[in-house]
């Protein structure tokens, strides 16, 4: 089974611009997570998609939103980007009846 | 107060040694999970306990629920072992709380 893709794997842009990040789970994998990590704060978790429904939510402002598409293809978005918002965001999926959490290889997201 | 604390948070050791990385965690948990992540980000899912001791390979974690502390060491370590171990829990249905990581260098 081919395993969790991210796209695109590197990014600049620049503050007020906006971003769109997308994640295609394991095949069959109905869940999908996405996760910010800073050098300062660590792994915080954004949001949980599950069935193209909003699961769970982090504690991250309005700017940052998602979605889930019928295929379990999730997108995030963050608009009126800040310098802050540089990061690497991780994306993880999960199913097949286990809690177990695959992640893919992140995109690099960089705030000029 | 971060709910997951990590220790050390960087750690040395010779190629052979027997390496413990520990993790304490503040309120009950529905299951403890440790992660491995490799420079370049990508991060791989290494254990999921929510008691008792699990084995792969050279990997052992444990899980004291009453004392709120779990365990991951590793045996005859190698510098392929080089990484970022995280340590995350959940609790009920919440997402994953992460601990801050330990960057482990195992030197030849």
């Known amino acids: 089974k081919a395993g969790v893709t991210q796209t695109p794997r590197y990014l600049i842009k620049t503050r007020g611009q906006q971003v769109t990040l997308s994640c295609s789970p394991i095949?069959?994998?109905?869940?999908v997570s996405w996760y910010q990590q800073t050098p300062g704060q660590g792994l915080q978790f954004l949001f949980e998609?599950?069935?193209?429904?909003?699961?769970n939510k982090g504690n991250f402002p309005g700017r940052f939103s998602g979605r889930q598409f019928s295929n379990s293809r999730s997108e995030m978005n963050v608009s009126t980007l800040e310098l802050g918002d540089s990061a690497l965001y991780l994306c993880a999926s999960m199913g097949g009846g286990t809690d177990t959490q695959y992640f893919g290889p992140g995109t690099r997201l960089t705030v000029l | 107060k971060n709910e997951v604390e990590q220790s050390p948070q960087n750690l040395t050791a010779q190629e052979g040694e027997f390496i413990t990385i520990n993790c304490s965690y503040s309120?009950?948990?529905?299951?403890l999970h440790w992660l491995q992540q490799h420079p370049g980000g990508g991060i791989v899912s290494l254990f999921m306990?929510?008691?008792g001791k699990k084995k792969h390979g050279r990997l052992i974690a444990t899980i004291n629920i009453q004392e709120k502390h779990s365990s991951l060491h590793i045996t005859a370590s190698h510098p392929r072992d080089s990484a970022v171990y995280i340590c995350a829990v959940t609790i009920g249905n919440t997402p994953l709380v992460f601990g801050k990581g330990t960057r482990l260098s195992v030197i030849a």
């Open positions: 306990l929510s008691s």
């Open positions: 998609y599950f069935s193209e429904t909003q699961r």
């Open positions: 309120v009950g948990i529905s299951a």
């Open positions: 095949s069959g994998h109905r869940s």
